[in-house]
């Protein structure tokens, strides 16, 4: 298994441009989830969801948007990027409800807007 | 929403020592605390959990303790190691919904 995989690696926007952030787990995982980690900061949640389908707000979602219309694809929009959409994104999976199943991370995709 | 506080955010100690790392939480609803390190430029890894049903939960040096009436829940890592330099991350979540503390960086020096 690859486990949960994110592309890219590294990236850098200009203000205003839009992109998307790919994720994809071949685990079977239900639950999929989207963080940013800010440096020297602890990850704030974006987005999840809960199944094909179905997605949630989290903590910081302005700015982004998801979907998820398959099991394995979880990919985060940024539409307009801004300087303050400079962070570390990571994705995550989990079998089901995380507090009952531990969350596999991805790799995570570095973004720079300037 | 809820609010979790870490502390310290840099913590040194020497090799053979332990390290305690606290951490508060603002919803009595929050029902699972897990224990993330992560290396430098590395994605964050579980090193130990534990929910609220359970005070304490012991993985050969680490250590996690719960209390749900303070609300508050600290990492215990004995006779630390090198390798146990880390930025070391609790969080707290109920159901789906986690959040995270800001972080506490662990240098063992030999």
């Known amino acids: 298994n690859a486990g949960v995989t994110q592309t890219p690696k590294f990236r850098i926007l200009k203000i205003g441009q839009s992109m998307t952030l790919q994720c994809a787990q071949d685990?079977?995982?239900?639950?999929m989830y989207w963080y940013r980690q800010d440096p020297g900061m602890g990850l704030k949640l974006i987005y999840y969801?809960?199944?094909?389908?179905?997605?949630d707000k989290g903590e910081v979602p302005n700015g982004y948007n998801v979907s998820r219309s398959t099991t394995e694809d979880f990919p985060l929009r940024l539409e307009l990027a801004a300087p303050s959409q400079t962070s570390v994104y990571f994705c995550a999976s989990s079998y089901s409800d995380a507090a009952d199943y531990e969350q596999y991370f991805g790799p995570g995709t570095r973004l720079t807007v300037t | 929403g809820e609010n979790v506080e870490q502390h310290p955010s840099t913590l040194s100690v020497q090799e053979g020592d332990s390290a305690v790392i606290k951490c508060t939480y603002s919803d009595s609803a929050s029902n699972y605390f897990p224990w993330y390190k992560q290396e430098l430029g590395k994605r964050p890894q579980l090193i130990i959990d534990?929910?609220?049903?359970?005070g304490e939960k012991k993985d050969q040096r680490i250590a996690v303790t719960l209390n749900k009436t303070a609300k508050h829940f600290s990492l215990h890592i004995t006779e630390t190691q090198p390798e146990d330099s880390a930025v070391y991350f609790c969080a707290a979540s109920r159901r789906s919904d986690m959040r995270f503390g800001a972080g506490t960086r662990l240098t063992v020096k030999p």
């Open positions: 534990i929910r609220s049903n359970v």
């Open positions: 685990m079977n995982h239900n639950y």
């Open positions: 969801s809960v199944g094909a389908g179905i997605t």
